[in-house]
């Protein structure tokens, strides 16, 4: 298991997506095992690898890691991005786990049942500039550093780059209300490996489309209709 790291997914951004940003912030060149059929996931899942038969999985350092914020976790601790004592890491987790949850919304939104598409395009941008984004201009306003804690990049900057990257997908001026957030995001993505990982051709995934989930729904064998019920 020397080597890069490995990770394994389908070929779209989903839960890896957030993994791939804290590698590339970290500079670790790593591989990418990108089912293409069902077989080939399933072949994973017999050849016990993954502890609970589920996707995203990194391999590295002689581990099989699953879970999403626990391989997220590792990463950070490894490469120096997760804070520099418990105060820290304990600030980080609160700003990653509100991330986390405007991150779902907007990753499950191409989904929406068609007569709720507008709806719940509504609720994620309020909730975006309402709830979660006046909380991150507060505390870099507060903190009166370039980061989110402490004076150097961490986990919580990366993601939260990330997630404003998402939120202009679907609405372009949504830090028009947020000054501070608007300096952050210029100045973290003229970071060398942000702004490298941001250039065409990286190992950077596009929004999601009805084509790659109709690819994902085959490789994980996903019930499109209960799915779309469920996340109404």
């Keep these: ?62 581990m099989c890691i699953v879970q999403t914020r626990a391989i997220l976790k590792y990463i950070a601790a490894k490469y120096d991005l997760y804070g520099k004592d418990l105060k820290e890491r304990a600030f980080i987790d609160m700003y990653v ?25 509504s609720y ?21 550093k370039n980061y989110l804690v402490g004076n150097q990049l961490s986990w919580a900057d990366i993601q939260l780059l990330e997630i404003i990257l998402m939120v202009e997908e679907i609405k372009s001026d949504a830090l028009s209300a947020f000054p501070k957030l608007q300096e952050f995001k210029a100045r973290i993505s003229k970071l060398p490996r942000i702004q490298k990982f941001l250039q065409p051709g990286s190992q950077r ?3 999601i489309d009805e084509k790659e989930f ?10 499109k209709d209960l799915f779309l019920k469920h996340m109404s």
């Design 1 to 62: 298991m020397a080597g890069k790291p490995k990770l394994y997914y389908f070929n779209g951004r989903g839960r890896m997506e957030s993994v791939r940003w804290l590698l590339a912030a970290a500079g670790v060149e790593y591989e990418e095992k990108l089912f293409k059929t069902a077989e080939e996931f399933e072949n994973l899942v017999k050849g016990g690898k993954l502890m609970y038969q589920q996707v995203p999985m990194v391999e590295m350092d002689g």
């Design 97 to 121: 786990e509100g991330m986390r949850d405007l991150n779902d919304m907007i990753m499950f939104f191409p989904f929406s049942l068609p007569e709720e598409k507008q709806k719940n395009l």
């Design 124 to 144: 994620i941008l309020e909730r975006a500039t309402e709830r979660f984004f006046p909380v991150y201009e507060k505390a870099l306003k507060d903190h009166g």
């Design 205 to 207: 995934k596009p929004p």
């Design 214 to 223: 109709e690819a994902a729904k085959k490789i994980f064998k996903i019930d």
